[in-house]
């Protein structure tokens, strides 16, 4: 059966559903192991891959929830995309469902964000400091 949600079909609001088919769609195995989690999550350093995002992050479509973390197919199963790590990567909840309207952050930001999350907090207290300094009043 397949039935359709506002992520799906912009006509509908949040809480509706649609019913578009009673057709049986064939089953996917939806199981990505733990290992493979890990390993995809470390490589990306637990970032979002298209914005830089962190999980607890603020949503920037809903700063009252927290990003969470998701492991996307770049080839999706339904499209013979397979779970191998070189199929998947690491997207924030908005970016995952789409409803983000961020610009990509660049390799280079990723890459400053993920050594700046896995620093000592001294250290994330110093940049932030200095970064505080460098924009206050601009």
């Not at 890990?38 to 490589?43: C, Y």
């Not at 990567?89 to 999350?117: D, H, T, W, Y």
């Given at each position: 059966?397949q ?6 079909d912009?006509a ?14 064939p ?18 350093g ?16 809903n ?8 492991l ?21 909840s ?9 610009q ?23 940049v ?11």
């Amino acid at each position: 059966m397949q039935i359709h949600s506002h992520l799906d079909d912009p006509a509908l609001k949040p809480g509706e559903y649609m019913l578009v088919s009673l057709e049986r769609l064939p089953a996917f195995g939806r199981g990505i192991p733990a290992g493979v989690r890990t390993r995809v999550l470390e490589r990306n350093g637990y970032t979002c891959q298209l914005c830089g995002a962190a999980g607890g992050d603020p949503d920037p479509t809903n700063p009252a929830q927290k990003i969470r973390l998701h492991l996307d197919h770049v080839l999706p199963v339904s499209q013979g995309g397979s779970s191998d790590e070189d199929n998947l990567r690491v997207l924030c909840s908005a970016c995952n469902q789409g409803r983000a309207n961020i610009q990509p952050a660049s390799e280079g930001a990723k890459n400053l964000l993920m050594r700046l999350r896995k620093a000592p907090r001294a250290v994330q207290r110093e940049v932030y400091e200095a970064l505080k300094r460098r924009f206050e009043g601009s």
